[in-house]
């Protein structure tokens, strides 16, 4: 089923959710993106879904709606907010709830006509395991304030002026003006933020709708890198012509908890909008994989990541709720089943499994078996690559020398204008150190192996000095074993070359790793190409790596230097040197891979790009082509000859500019003559006629012979 197909699906189900009530100091738009103000009302949208077990109940003509419940929140009264175990959430009064469904109305644009539904609120409900997943990933970033998270939009504001109505001399005062839900975005408790990120409104409205197809729920948690629709209502009531039932288009990025039978949590590497939470998500199959929520939030560098509550989640507590219900929707009880798939289990923490199950691995996972988190002692992390059975690990050099990618030199730069965009190393920093012991398990010495490699030259053991770099302390914790492990890596090569790259060496070497296979063909611009790594998620917060889909947006080639012409590795005159994707990269990413359809790695991840006001741009970034990294491939398949590895160390000012973001270095031009100069004697007494008149013959004169020189006219062009 292709892509159209499932949005058409998709919009037998998708809804949007309009909320209008008094607001007389205009205070119930806080933390929403956007709001429409209207004599002394608010008017907040959403996006819903149809109730999946609605087409199976019993009755036809009511509607069940699942939405977000940050739409409705502003406007529940005061007592249901200090006691929420109330059966029925009460309203202010004076609030109406709408829903929107897609209708012929819509396509004919007759906005005065579109079929607006009244409804009423049911009940709000909190999704219990999805809420500790997210408790328990801000609860990990609480002791780095930089790099801590909140819920919400970038766009929401949360100190809105108050509007007052100009049309009403006298505005009445609302007695529940000054109260917000508890887990409002004001909170900065772990747990109300988890609550006030997943809970979930349940709506129910009168109509004769009936669904053209079946929902199938997705039976099992989906892969990462998985294709996803998300079909929603962004800035929805600003416009609903334009802006109900869109759809947005990404992947799965990632899981939480990463070893359990079942998801409790969803990252989705999409583009979504405020006003989309609330959104169904199907798979490329069109199933339902669960509901947008609010993304979470980086406070300092305003990072999202797009969360999608697991619908499984969502039916388990839903059927609790149904099951309980005594009056109109007891006849629902029935259906209750159709909720949950058949072999659907609630998400256990405590409950692991192997990363991948025995299911079947798409080859895009079996590449994310390769990938490790590298730490080091002063509190920063990266990801890596395994490259052999041995234990090689290949990363980037400014992880373990930030001093050489403009780390140490930042400072002092402050004060000078820099390019619009620059290049930026993308390894994690952390401000405590991190206590990755606690992750440790007790490992298997029948499993485990002590590594004991010889590097050797021509000319025998192979000398070279990493002395002032090996005593750093350097970790690796290896994902795909069961349960992880950790053990100590040490330097093996940093490459002093254009090129930012390093080889590390596990001090333990378990007989399960599994090496990645290298692709060194040069990808062609527009194939698909995901990218793997520990991207904003550090140790603490015990994720595998994330996955984020995107295409090669270009492939930069470069000449080879002269030293290197004459090498047997390179019979080429000119080689990939770099690829831009569009794929989103975050911190922490840099050295981890860039793989292709066929899980094969065709780029290290090396750095993304920024603004000169320090804004990161996730989806402009920028990685080392396999194809360049040839002589790495060659020194893992033995392990050696770390004489092959001095082709990287080069230099190469082509190669240098292009990582620099600069244009190539011009030749410089022939030396000008010397313009004449006036006679010493003449010491400014002549005649200024006189004067200037020499000068212009001198002038020509100068320019009969410099014509003869061929001066370049081309000017270097400055800095992107």
Known sequence: MGLPEVAEFARNFAVMVRVQGPDPKGLKMRNHAFHQYNSGKTML?????????????????????????????PFVSQPYQESSSEKKPRLIPGVQIDILMEAKSMVDGNVESLPWHPAQLLKMFDIPHTSAAVQSLIEASCGSP??????????????????????????????????????????????????????????????????????????????????????????????????????????????????????????????????????????????????????????????????????????????????QKPHSASDRVNAVETLLPKDYELPNHSHELSPFGSRILSPVEKAMSSICLITTDDGSWASGVLLNKQGLVLTNAHLLEPWRFGKAASTSDRNERRSEVSIIPNVHMMLEKINIEKSSQNLLATNLKAADISLKNDDGLYRFSLAKINHRNIRVRLDFMEPWIWTDARIVYVSKGPLDVALLQLEIAPDQLCPISMDVDCPSSGSEAFVIGHGLFGPRCDFLPSACLGVIAKVIEAGRSPESRSSKLNSCERFPAMLETTAAVHPGSSGGAVVNSNGCMIGLVTSNAKHGGGTVIPHLNFSIPCAALKPILMFSEDMQNLAVLEELDKPNEHLSSIWALMPPVSPKPEPIPDILKFPAEDNGKGIKGSRFAKF???????????AQHRVPTDLIPSKL
């Open 696 to 706: 212009i013959a001198d002038r020509n004169e100068l320019l009969k012979t410099t």
């Open 146 to 323: 930089e790099h801590s998270w909140e819920v919400g939009w970038s766009l929401a504001s949360h100190s809105r002026p108050q509007h007052i109505d100009s049309s009403h001399e006298h505005v009445e005062q609302s007695p529940f003006q000054n109260h917000f839900p508890i887990g409002s975005m004001g909170s900065s408790n772990p747990n109300l933020l988890g609550q006030s990120a997943t809970r979930i409104a349940l709506l129910e409205f009168p109509s004769k709708f009936s669904a053209a197809n079946s929902l199938k729920v997705q039976r099992s948690i989906p892969k990462r890198g998985d294709l996803l629709l998300a079909m929603g209502s962004p800035f929805g009531i600003l416009s609903p012509l334009h802006f109900f039932n869109n759809i947005s288009v990404g992947s799965i990025g990632n899981s939480y908890p990463p070893s359990s039978s079942t998801s409790s949590l969803l990252m989705a590497d999409i583009r979504c909008l405020p006003g989309m939470e609330g959104s169904p998500v199907f798979s490329e199959q069109a199933q339902l994989i669960g509901l947008l929520t609010r993304p979470l939030r980086q406070k300092i560098s305003g990072t999202e990541v797009q969360m999608v509550i697991p619908w499984e989640a969502i039916a388990s507590a839903c059927s609790e709720l149904l099951l």
């Open 45 to 73: 949208s959403a996006s819903g879904m149809v109730f999946p077990a609605s087409s199976n109940l019993e009755l036809p003509e009511s509607i069940l709606v699942v939405t977000a419940a940050s739409v409705i929140e």
